[in-house]
């Protein structure tokens, strides 16, 4: 079973489509490479290439295999309609919200998010932050280090943390984040760009083998792509490359965003004969 903890259905590089044809287009990609689940992340601003929560899950009804997790920001032009991002949550139509301090310059414990962790904690459901390097040369990279989630998972013991990306390139700080914090939790997601070189791919697979002995919990990883932005292909390809016990792979192919997100296995598990 595979569950990509970490996709996006908006318009990159100059891409002009629907919210409906990036659905369908993640829907071919889960064909192709038998995928069972995805995340759907939104972003942290909407416009005409960036869909809010409520445009994509207009569009995922009522295919149970891809599940939402709301963008959410503190110094947007419009005001975040916190009533809307509870009722989400309450019906269960949203699994969890993500921050993105770099690109929104502020830091995770910013009080302007707080209303995110108290709707977080009342609800059960975990924060994921973007942590590390940037797609966007404007974000500032001192906001999206992965150390600042350790205030908020100290002072929000009731929340999970997702650290994105592992924090890359400051793997070593997002393993002993995982070792101290038992609500800290890390994705693969966004290690590269489209795909990996095979340099690139030797020193990655390299970086990701250390922070799996140095955080010492296979529990507390996840499986992510990014995709868009990263092919799914050579991920799968990349995971398959590390040296893992069977147990603790399927922890980190499915398992481990099963439980954090409260996907149910056997749902899972039918919807994948689809």
Same mark, same amino acid.
């Given at each position: 079973?595979? !569950?990509d903890?970490?996709?996006?259905?908006?318009?990159y590089?100059g %891409? /002009?489509l629907?919210?409906?044809e990036?659905l369908q287009?993640?829907?071919?990609?889960?064909a /192709?490479?038998?995928?069972?689940?995805?995340?759907? @992340?939104?972003? +942290?601003?909407?416009?005409e290439?960036?869909?809010?929560?409520e445009?994509v899950l207009?569009?995922?009804?009522?295919?149970d295999?891809?599940?939402?997790?709301? *963008?959410?920001?503190a110094?947007g032009e419009?005001?975040v309609?916190?009533? *809307?991002v509870?009722?989400r949550l309450?019906?269960?139509r949203?699994? *969890?919200?993500?921050?993105?301090p *770099?690109?929104d310059h502020?830091?995770p414990s910013d009080?302007?998010?707080?209303? #995110? @962790?108290? @709707?977080a904690?009342k609800?059960?459901?975990?924060v994921?932050?973007h942590?590390g390097?940037?797609f966007?040369?404007? #974000?500032?990279l /001192? +906001?999206?280090?992965p150390?600042?989630?350790?205030?908020v998972?100290v002072d929000?013991p009731?929340?999970n943390f997702v650290?994105?990306?592992l924090?890359?390139?400051w793997?070593?700080?997002? #393993?002993?984040?995982?070792? /101290?914090?038992?609500?800290v +939790?890390?994705d693969?997601?966004?290690l590269?760009l489209?795909?990996f070189t095979?340099p690139l791919?030797?020193?990655?697979?390299?970086?990701?083998?250390? &922070?799996?002995v140095?955080?010492?919990?296979p529990?507390k990883?996840?499986?992510?792509?990014?995709?868009p932005?990263?092919?799914?292909?050579?991920?799968l390809?990349f995971?398959?490359?590390?040296p893992?016990?069977?147990e %603790?792979?399927?922890? !980190?192919?499915?398992k481990?965003? %099963?439980?954090? &997100?409260?996907?149910d296995p056997?749902? %899972? #598990?039918?919807?994948?004969?689809r």
């Amino acid at each position: 079973m595979i !569950l990509d903890c970490h996709v996006h259905v908006n318009n990159y590089a100059g %891409a /002009k489509l629907s919210v409906a044809e990036n659905l369908q287009r993640l829907r071919d990609q889960m064909a /192709k490479w038998s995928l069972d689940h995805c995340v759907v @992340l939104t972003s +942290y601003v909407a416009n005409e290439d960036r869909p809010n929560a409520e445009q994509v899950l207009e569009h995922v009804r009522p295919d149970d295999r891809i599940h939402v997790v709301e *963008g959410v920001w503190a110094t947007g032009e419009t005001r975040v309609e916190w009533e *809307g991002v509870a009722r989400r949550l309450a019906t269960g139509r949203t699994i *969890g919200l993500k921050l993105y301090p *770099g690109y929104d310059h502020v830091y995770p414990s910013d009080e302007r998010l707080r209303p #995110a @962790l108290e @709707l977080a904690e009342k609800h059960r459901v975990p924060v994921m932050v973007h942590t590390g390097d940037t797609f966007h040369p404007r #974000a500032k990279l /001192k +906001y999206a280090h992965p150390l600042h989630v350790d205030e908020v998972a100290v002072d929000w013991p009731g929340v999970n943390f997702v650290i994105c990306h592992l924090g890359n390139p400051w793997l070593r700080d997002t #393993a002993e984040l995982l070792y /101290k914090n038992p609500n800290v +939790y890390a994705d693969i997601s966004g290690l590269v760009l489209e795909e990996f070189t095979a340099p690139l791919e030797k020193h990655m697979r390299v970086q990701v083998e250390e &922070f799996l002995v140095y955080s010492g919990e296979p529990d507390k990883v996840l499986y992510g792509t990014d995709w868009p932005l990263v092919r799914m292909g050579p991920y799968l390809r990349f995971v398959e490359g590390l040296p893992m016990e069977p147990e %603790a792979r399927e922890q !980190l192919m499915w398992k481990n965003a %099963a439980r954090l &997100f409260r996907i149910d296995p056997a749902a %899972a #598990a039918g919807s994948s004969a689809r």
